[in-house]
Protein backbone atom coordinates (compact mmCIF):
# COMPACT_ATOMS: atom_id res chain seq x y z
CA UNK A 1 0.00 0.00 0.00
CA UNK A 2 1.72 3.28 -0.84
CA UNK A 3 1.87 5.29 1.97
CA UNK A 4 -0.05 8.83 1.69
CA UNK A 5 2.46 12.35 2.35
CA UNK A 6 1.09 15.18 4.29
CA UNK A 7 0.57 17.62 0.86
CA UNK A 8 -2.00 15.99 -1.66
CA UNK A 9 -0.17 17.14 -4.85
CA UNK A 10 2.79 14.99 -3.85
CA UNK A 11 1.68 11.45 -3.61
CA UNK A 12 2.98 7.73 -3.85
CA UNK A 13 1.82 6.17 -7.57
CA UNK A 14 3.01 2.69 -8.39
CA UNK A 15 5.70 2.78 -5.18
CA UNK A 16 6.64 6.36 -6.59
CA UNK A 17 6.68 9.84 -5.05
CA UNK A 18 5.18 11.86 -7.67
CA UNK A 19 4.68 16.02 -8.14
CA UNK A 20 1.22 15.77 -9.88
CA UNK A 21 2.02 13.80 -12.37
CA UNK A 22 5.92 13.86 -12.68
CA UNK A 23 7.78 10.96 -10.99
CA UNK A 24 9.94 12.58 -8.76
CA UNK A 25 12.63 10.40 -9.44
CA UNK A 26 12.74 11.80 -13.32
CA UNK A 27 12.72 15.38 -12.43
CA UNK A 28 16.21 14.42 -9.90
CA UNK A 29 17.52 12.60 -13.12
CA UNK A 30 16.89 15.54 -15.41
CA UNK A 31 17.83 18.71 -13.01
CA UNK A 32 19.93 17.11 -10.30
CA UNK A 33 19.56 17.43 -6.67
CA UNK A 34 19.21 19.52 -3.84
CA UNK A 35 16.20 20.68 -6.05
CA UNK A 36 13.25 22.53 -5.07
CA UNK A 37 9.88 21.37 -6.63
CA UNK A 38 6.33 23.28 -6.67
CA UNK A 39 3.23 21.87 -7.49
CA UNK A 40 0.97 25.07 -9.57
CA UNK A 41 -2.00 23.10 -8.63
CA UNK A 42 -1.38 23.20 -4.95
CA UNK A 43 -1.04 26.75 -4.90
CA UNK A 44 -4.09 26.82 -6.65
CA UNK A 45 -6.38 24.91 -4.45
CA UNK A 46 -4.46 26.78 -1.58
CA UNK A 47 -5.60 29.61 -3.31
CA UNK A 48 -9.51 28.06 -3.38
CA UNK A 49 -9.52 27.99 0.27
CA UNK A 50 -9.01 31.58 0.61
CA UNK A 51 -11.15 32.20 -2.43
CA UNK A 52 -14.35 29.91 -0.97
CA UNK A 53 -13.87 31.68 2.80
CA UNK A 54 -14.14 35.06 1.38
CA UNK A 55 -17.16 34.30 -0.51
CA UNK A 56 -19.04 37.43 -1.38
CA UNK A 57 -17.63 39.53 1.60
CA UNK A 58 -15.05 42.63 1.37
CA UNK A 59 -11.99 40.81 1.78
CA UNK A 60 -7.78 41.72 0.04
CA UNK A 61 -6.04 38.71 0.54
CA UNK A 62 -2.73 39.51 -0.09
CA UNK A 63 -0.23 36.77 -0.28
CA UNK A 64 2.82 37.50 2.51
CA UNK A 65 5.73 37.13 -0.45
CA UNK A 66 8.36 36.71 2.38
CA UNK A 67 7.34 32.77 2.50
CA UNK A 68 8.26 32.05 -1.15
CA UNK A 69 8.85 35.25 -3.83
CA UNK A 70 9.59 33.28 -7.06
CA UNK A 71 8.22 35.25 -10.20
CA UNK A 72 6.47 32.25 -11.33
CA UNK A 73 4.49 31.74 -8.04
CA UNK A 74 3.53 35.21 -7.44
CA UNK A 75 2.17 35.35 -11.26
CA UNK A 76 0.09 32.58 -10.79
CA UNK A 77 -1.35 34.35 -7.15
CA UNK A 78 -1.42 37.66 -9.36
CA UNK A 79 -3.30 35.99 -11.97
CA UNK A 80 -5.99 34.50 -9.23
CA UNK A 81 -7.04 38.25 -8.07
CA UNK A 82 -4.14 38.04 -5.02
CA UNK A 83 -2.76 41.15 -3.71
CA UNK A 84 0.77 41.23 -2.03
CA UNK A 85 2.32 41.93 1.29
CA UNK A 86 5.49 43.17 0.69
CA UNK A 87 9.05 43.78 3.87
CA UNK A 88 10.98 45.47 1.69
CA UNK A 89 12.15 47.37 -1.20
CA UNK A 90 13.46 43.80 -3.28
CA UNK A 91 9.73 42.30 -2.49
CA UNK A 92 8.45 45.60 -4.11
CA UNK A 93 10.76 45.01 -6.87
CA UNK A 94 9.62 41.41 -7.31
CA UNK A 95 6.06 42.60 -7.16
CA UNK A 96 6.34 45.25 -9.65
CA UNK A 97 8.46 42.86 -11.80
CA UNK A 98 5.38 41.04 -11.93
CA UNK A 99 2.90 43.97 -12.84
CA UNK A 100 1.62 43.38 -9.21
CA UNK A 101 -1.81 45.91 -9.16
CA UNK A 102 0.56 48.16 -6.73
CA UNK A 103 -3.48 49.10 -5.61
CA UNK A 104 -3.44 45.87 -3.61
CA UNK A 105 0.06 46.33 -1.97
CA UNK A 106 0.25 46.77 1.74
CA UNK A 107 4.03 47.21 3.07
CA UNK A 108 4.73 45.79 6.09
CA UNK A 109 7.87 45.67 7.75
CA UNK A 110 9.83 47.67 11.12
CA UNK A 111 12.56 49.25 9.84
CA UNK A 112 11.79 50.64 6.10
CA UNK A 113 14.48 53.25 5.05
CA UNK A 114 13.60 56.29 3.05
CA UNK A 115 14.68 54.63 -0.40
CA UNK A 116 11.94 52.14 0.35
CA UNK A 117 8.90 54.34 1.54
CA UNK A 118 10.17 56.65 -1.95
CA UNK A 119 9.86 53.80 -4.49
CA UNK A 120 6.60 52.82 -2.55
CA UNK A 121 5.15 55.88 -2.72
CA UNK A 122 6.12 56.34 -6.72
CA UNK A 123 4.45 52.90 -6.98
CA UNK A 124 1.66 54.06 -5.23
CA UNK A 125 0.97 50.95 -3.28
CA UNK A 126 -2.51 50.94 -1.15
CA UNK A 127 -1.00 51.37 2.60
CA UNK A 128 1.86 51.43 4.64
CA UNK A 129 1.36 49.42 7.62
CA UNK A 130 3.46 51.76 9.99
CA UNK A 131 5.54 50.09 13.28
CA UNK A 132 6.49 53.00 15.59
CA UNK A 133 6.20 56.56 15.87
CA UNK A 134 9.62 57.19 14.69
CA UNK A 135 8.59 55.14 11.28
CA UNK A 136 5.56 57.88 11.10
CA UNK A 137 7.62 60.71 11.53
CA UNK A 138 10.11 60.04 8.48
CA UNK A 139 7.48 58.51 6.50
CA UNK A 140 5.34 61.81 6.59
CA UNK A 141 8.79 64.01 5.72
CA UNK A 142 9.36 61.44 2.67
CA UNK A 143 6.01 61.79 1.12
CA UNK A 144 6.08 65.60 1.67
CA UNK A 145 8.67 65.62 -0.31
CA UNK A 146 7.88 63.49 -2.95
CA UNK A 147 4.94 65.56 -2.57
CA UNK A 148 2.41 62.32 -2.35
CA UNK A 149 0.03 61.41 0.20
CA UNK A 150 1.50 57.92 1.89
CA UNK A 151 -2.07 56.26 3.42
CA UNK A 152 -0.95 54.11 6.59
CA UNK A 153 -2.48 51.50 9.01
CA UNK A 154 -0.82 51.50 12.57
CA UNK A 155 0.56 48.21 13.36
CA UNK A 156 -0.77 47.42 16.60
CA UNK A 157 1.09 45.26 18.89
CA UNK A 158 -2.00 43.64 20.82
CA UNK A 159 0.36 41.54 23.22
CA UNK A 160 -1.62 37.96 22.47
CA UNK A 161 -0.18 34.89 22.86
CA UNK A 162 -0.25 32.96 19.42
CA UNK A 163 0.77 29.69 20.96
CA UNK A 164 3.35 29.18 18.29
CA UNK A 165 7.62 28.75 18.26
CA UNK A 166 8.89 31.93 20.36
CA UNK A 167 10.74 32.57 16.90
CA UNK A 168 8.00 32.68 14.65
CA UNK A 169 5.46 34.98 17.38
CA UNK A 170 5.00 38.47 16.95
CA UNK A 171 2.05 39.93 18.69
CA UNK A 172 3.46 39.72 22.39
CA UNK A 173 4.51 43.01 23.93
CA UNK A 174 8.41 41.91 24.51
CA UNK A 175 8.44 41.25 20.46
CA UNK A 176 9.81 44.45 18.41
CA UNK A 177 6.91 44.32 16.38
CA UNK A 178 4.24 47.06 16.03
CA UNK A 179 3.11 49.58 18.43
CA UNK A 180 1.89 48.67 22.11
CA UNK A 181 -1.79 48.84 22.02
CA UNK A 182 -1.89 51.24 25.03
CA UNK A 183 0.03 53.70 22.98
CA UNK A 184 -2.08 53.18 19.59
CA UNK A 185 -4.72 55.69 19.82
CA UNK A 186 -2.40 58.50 20.85
CA UNK A 187 -0.25 57.63 17.85
CA UNK A 188 -3.04 57.46 15.83
CA UNK A 189 -4.20 61.13 16.97
CA UNK A 190 -0.51 61.86 16.42
CA UNK A 191 -0.70 60.58 12.45
CA UNK A 192 -4.31 62.14 11.63
CA UNK A 193 -2.62 65.42 12.01
CA UNK A 194 -0.04 64.67 9.85
CA UNK A 195 1.07 66.24 6.91
CA UNK A 196 1.55 63.80 4.41
CA UNK A 197 0.01 61.10 5.80
CA UNK A 198 -3.86 59.67 5.66
CA UNK A 199 -5.06 57.31 8.28
CA UNK A 200 -7.07 54.15 6.04
CA UNK A 201 -6.98 51.11 8.70
CA UNK A 202 -5.49 49.46 11.43
CA UNK A 203 -3.44 46.22 11.16
CA UNK A 204 -1.70 43.51 13.59
CA UNK A 205 0.30 40.33 12.52
CA UNK A 206 0.57 38.64 15.79
CA UNK A 207 2.52 35.49 14.34
CA UNK A 208 3.17 32.25 12.05
CA UNK A 209 2.07 28.48 11.99
CA UNK A 210 -1.76 29.62 13.91
CA UNK A 211 -3.50 26.28 14.57
CA UNK A 212 -6.07 27.96 16.32
CA UNK A 213 -8.54 31.00 16.20
CA UNK A 214 -8.64 31.74 19.48
CA UNK A 215 -5.47 34.01 19.05
CA UNK A 216 -6.89 35.97 16.18
CA UNK A 217 -10.04 36.36 18.32
CA UNK A 218 -8.22 38.04 21.31
CA UNK A 219 -5.94 40.25 19.17
CA UNK A 220 -9.41 40.86 17.47
CA UNK A 221 -11.38 42.03 20.28
CA UNK A 222 -8.39 44.65 21.29
CA UNK A 223 -8.48 45.99 17.86
CA UNK A 224 -12.13 46.30 18.38
CA UNK A 225 -12.17 48.19 21.58
CA UNK A 226 -8.85 50.72 19.65
CA UNK A 227 -11.69 51.00 16.70
CA UNK A 228 -14.04 52.61 18.51
CA UNK A 229 -11.51 54.55 20.53
CA UNK A 230 -10.47 56.11 17.05
CA UNK A 231 -14.47 56.34 16.01
CA UNK A 232 -14.90 58.51 19.52
CA UNK A 233 -12.30 60.63 18.43
CA UNK A 234 -13.23 61.55 14.81
CA UNK A 235 -10.94 58.77 13.28
CA UNK A 236 -12.55 56.60 10.89
CA UNK A 237 -10.66 53.49 9.46
CA UNK A 238 -11.51 51.84 6.32
CA UNK A 239 -9.89 48.62 6.58
CA UNK A 240 -8.93 46.18 9.31
CA UNK A 241 -5.49 44.02 8.39
CA UNK A 242 -5.57 41.06 10.38
CA UNK A 243 -1.74 40.02 9.32
CA UNK A 244 -1.05 36.46 8.08
CA UNK A 245 -0.03 32.96 10.31
CA UNK A 246 -2.49 30.13 9.31
CA UNK A 247 -0.55 26.65 10.18
CA UNK A 248 0.14 24.18 7.63
CA UNK A 249 0.15 20.40 7.79
CA UNK A 250 3.85 19.38 8.82
CA UNK A 251 3.06 16.56 10.53
CA UNK A 252 -0.35 15.80 12.35
CA UNK A 253 -1.76 19.64 12.77
CA UNK A 254 -5.02 20.44 12.95
CA UNK A 255 -5.75 23.15 10.98
CA UNK A 256 -7.22 26.50 11.05
CA UNK A 257 -9.21 26.82 8.14
CA UNK A 258 -9.76 30.22 6.49
CA UNK A 259 -13.52 29.97 6.86
CA UNK A 260 -13.42 29.12 10.17
CA UNK A 261 -11.04 32.19 10.28
CA UNK A 262 -12.91 34.77 8.42
CA UNK A 263 -16.83 33.08 9.81
CA UNK A 264 -15.41 34.26 13.51
CA UNK A 265 -13.81 37.50 12.48
CA UNK A 266 -16.96 38.52 10.01
CA UNK A 267 -18.97 37.72 12.76
CA UNK A 268 -17.40 40.07 15.41
CA UNK A 269 -17.20 42.99 13.23
CA UNK A 270 -21.38 42.56 12.35
CA UNK A 271 -21.73 42.24 16.47
CA UNK A 272 -20.10 45.68 16.40
CA UNK A 273 -21.28 47.22 13.60
CA UNK A 274 -18.09 46.90 11.26
CA UNK A 275 -19.45 44.59 9.02
CA UNK A 276 -18.41 47.54 6.27
CA UNK A 277 -14.93 47.48 7.00
CA UNK A 278 -12.67 46.46 4.22
CA UNK A 279 -10.46 42.78 6.14
CA UNK A 280 -7.16 42.26 4.23
CA UNK A 281 -5.15 39.25 5.04
CA UNK A 282 -1.60 38.50 5.04
CA UNK A 283 -1.52 34.59 4.10
CA UNK A 284 2.20 33.07 3.18
CA UNK A 285 2.96 29.82 4.85
CA UNK A 286 -0.48 28.76 4.03
CA UNK A 287 -0.51 29.18 0.53
CA UNK A 288 2.86 27.58 -0.40
CA UNK A 289 3.43 25.66 2.41
CA UNK A 290 2.53 22.30 1.09
CA UNK A 291 2.82 23.26 -2.22
CA UNK A 292 6.73 22.53 -2.50
CA UNK A 293 9.15 19.48 -1.31
CA UNK A 294 13.07 19.84 -1.20
CA UNK A 295 14.66 16.11 -3.33
CA UNK A 296 17.83 15.37 -1.80
CA UNK A 297 20.56 12.30 -2.69
CA UNK A 298 21.97 10.06 0.23
CA UNK A 299 25.96 10.23 -0.58
CA UNK A 300 26.86 8.35 2.15
CA UNK A 301 25.36 6.35 5.46
CA UNK A 302 27.23 6.39 8.10
CA UNK A 303 27.19 4.45 11.43
CA UNK A 304 28.42 4.91 15.20
CA UNK A 305 27.42 3.41 18.26
CA UNK A 306 25.94 6.48 18.97
CA UNK A 307 24.35 7.37 16.08
CA UNK A 308 23.09 6.75 12.17
CA UNK A 309 23.75 9.40 9.94
CA UNK A 310 22.44 10.05 6.44
CA UNK A 311 24.63 12.53 4.77
CA UNK A 312 22.57 13.98 2.04
CA UNK A 313 23.07 15.98 -0.98
CA UNK A 314 21.12 19.61 0.75
CA UNK A 315 21.66 21.43 3.51
CA UNK A 316 20.97 23.83 5.90
CA UNK A 317 21.86 26.51 3.53
CA UNK A 318 18.90 25.17 1.20
CA UNK A 319 16.54 24.72 4.28
CA UNK A 320 17.65 26.58 7.37
CA UNK A 321 13.88 25.85 9.29
CA UNK A 322 15.01 22.55 10.83
CA UNK A 323 18.01 24.06 12.86
CA UNK A 324 16.74 27.33 13.28
CA UNK A 325 13.30 26.36 14.78
CA UNK A 326 14.01 22.37 15.62
CA UNK A 327 11.19 22.41 13.05
CA UNK A 328 9.72 19.03 11.55
CA UNK A 329 9.34 18.49 7.71
CA UNK A 330 8.31 14.75 6.98
CA UNK A 331 10.83 12.99 5.33
CA UNK A 332 9.57 10.31 2.81
CA UNK A 333 11.92 7.69 0.20
CA UNK A 334 10.50 8.78 -3.01
CA UNK A 335 11.21 4.87 -4.36
CA UNK A 336 10.53 2.84 -0.99
CA UNK A 337 12.47 -0.07 -0.28
CA UNK A 338 11.25 -2.96 1.51
CA UNK A 339 14.20 -4.73 1.82
CA UNK A 340 16.90 -2.35 3.61
CA UNK A 341 16.59 -2.57 7.47
CA UNK A 342 14.99 0.41 8.68
CA UNK A 343 17.07 2.06 11.48
CA UNK A 344 16.77 5.95 12.87
CA UNK A 345 18.76 8.14 11.11
CA UNK A 346 19.78 11.95 11.32
CA UNK A 347 19.14 13.52 8.04
CA UNK A 348 22.46 15.81 7.52
CA UNK A 349 24.08 17.92 5.00
CA UNK A 350 27.48 18.35 3.81
CA UNK A 351 28.08 21.81 6.01
CA UNK A 352 30.39 22.17 8.30
CA UNK A 353 28.17 23.21 11.10
CA UNK A 354 27.21 20.78 13.83
CA UNK A 355 23.38 22.39 13.71
CA UNK A 356 23.32 21.31 9.82
CA UNK A 357 20.50 18.79 9.98
CA UNK A 358 17.28 18.45 8.38
CA UNK A 359 15.64 16.11 10.35
CA UNK A 360 16.46 14.00 13.28
CA UNK A 361 15.94 10.22 14.58
CA UNK A 362 13.42 9.40 11.51
CA UNK A 363 12.92 5.40 11.09
CA UNK A 364 14.20 5.02 7.45
CA UNK A 365 14.60 1.94 4.88
CA UNK A 366 17.50 3.35 2.80
CA UNK A 367 20.41 2.84 0.94
CA UNK A 368 23.39 5.24 -0.07
CA UNK A 369 22.05 6.86 -3.21
CA UNK A 370 18.79 7.21 -2.86
CA UNK A 371 16.32 10.18 -2.82
CA UNK A 372 14.57 11.42 -0.37
CA UNK A 373 11.48 14.29 -0.35
CA UNK A 374 12.08 16.98 2.34
CA UNK A 375 7.88 17.53 3.03
CA UNK A 376 6.27 20.85 3.20
CA UNK A 377 8.95 22.89 1.63
CA UNK A 378 7.39 24.89 -0.20
CA UNK A 379 7.33 28.32 2.44
CA UNK A 380 10.65 30.10 4.25
CA UNK A 381 12.72 27.29 2.23
CA UNK A 382 14.56 28.44 -0.63
CA UNK A 383 13.15 31.83 0.12
CA UNK A 384 15.03 31.41 3.41
CA UNK A 385 18.28 29.76 1.57
CA UNK A 386 21.93 30.57 1.42
CA UNK A 387 25.24 30.29 -0.44
CA UNK A 388 27.11 28.91 2.96
CA UNK A 389 29.85 26.83 2.18
CA UNK A 390 30.13 28.47 -0.97
CA UNK A 391 27.09 26.33 -2.10
CA UNK A 392 25.29 27.32 -5.41
CA UNK A 393 21.22 27.95 -4.36
CA UNK A 394 19.07 24.81 -5.75
CA UNK A 395 17.19 25.15 -9.08
CA UNK A 396 13.15 25.77 -8.60
CA UNK A 397 10.83 23.72 -10.80
CA UNK A 398 7.14 24.17 -11.65
CA UNK A 399 5.16 20.96 -12.18
CA UNK A 400 2.01 21.62 -13.63
CA UNK A 401 0.32 18.54 -14.82
CA UNK A 402 2.43 16.75 -16.91
CA UNK A 403 4.44 20.18 -17.44
CA UNK A 404 7.82 20.56 -15.85
CA UNK A 405 9.12 24.59 -15.85
CA UNK A 406 12.79 25.23 -14.72
CA UNK A 407 11.71 28.58 -12.93
CA UNK A 408 14.97 29.29 -11.53
CA UNK A 409 18.10 27.53 -12.64
CA UNK A 410 20.84 26.19 -10.52
CA UNK A 411 23.27 28.97 -9.39
CA UNK A 412 26.50 28.32 -11.28
CA UNK A 413 29.81 28.36 -9.41
CA UNK A 414 30.85 31.34 -11.24
CA UNK A 415 28.21 33.00 -10.50
CA UNK A 416 28.80 32.83 -6.32
CA UNK A 417 31.73 34.94 -6.64
CA UNK A 418 32.15 36.26 -10.08
CA UNK A 419 30.86 39.52 -8.80
CA UNK A 420 34.04 40.17 -5.91
CA UNK A 421 37.74 41.12 -6.44
CA UNK A 422 40.66 41.06 -5.21
CA UNK A 423 42.81 43.70 -3.93
CA UNK A 424 45.40 45.36 -6.39
CA UNK A 425 48.86 44.25 -5.25
C1 LIG B 1 3.66 41.24 8.62
C2 LIG B 1 3.55 39.84 8.15
N1 LIG B 1 2.50 39.51 7.37
C3 LIG B 1 2.36 38.26 6.89
C4 LIG B 1 3.25 37.26 7.22
C5 LIG B 1 2.98 35.91 6.66
O1 LIG B 1 2.83 35.01 7.68
P1 LIG B 1 2.44 33.49 7.40
O2 LIG B 1 3.44 32.94 6.47
O3 LIG B 1 2.54 32.86 8.74
O4 LIG B 1 1.06 33.47 6.86
C6 LIG B 1 4.32 37.55 8.03
C7 LIG B 1 5.25 36.50 8.49
O5 LIG B 1 5.02 35.92 9.56
C8 LIG B 1 4.49 38.87 8.52
O6 LIG B 1 5.53 39.21 9.28
N1 LIG C 1 10.53 31.93 8.69
C1 LIG C 1 9.54 31.43 9.59
C2 LIG C 1 8.29 32.23 9.58
C3 LIG C 1 8.56 33.66 9.81
C4 LIG C 1 7.43 34.45 9.39
C5 LIG C 1 7.84 35.83 9.04
N2 LIG C 1 7.24 36.83 9.90
C6 LIG C 1 9.30 29.95 9.37
O1 LIG C 1 9.96 29.35 8.60
O2 LIG C 1 8.48 29.36 9.98
Request: with cysteine; glycine share 8%; hydrophobic share 45%.
Amino acid sequence: MNRVTVAPQFQFRNGVLHAENIPLTRLAQEFGTPLYVYSRQALNEAWKSYRQAVGQRNVLVCYGMKANSNLAVLNEFKNLGAGFDIVSGGELARALAIGADPHKIVFSGVGKQAWEMQAALKAGVKCFNVESEAELARLAQVANQAGAIAAVSLRVNPDVDAKTHPYISTGLKENKFGIAIEQALAVYQRAATLPGIKVLGVDCHIGSQITEVAPYLDALDKLLALIEALAQAGIAIEHLDLGGGIGIRYTDETLLSPTVLLDAVFERLEAHGLGHLQVVLEPGRSLVGNAGVLLTSVEYLKHSEAKNFAIVDAAMNDLIRPTLYGAWHDVEPVAPRTESATLAYDIVGPICESGDWLARDRQLAIKQGDLLAIMSAGAYAFAMASQYNTRPRAAEIMVDGDQVHVVRPRETLASLFDSESVLPS
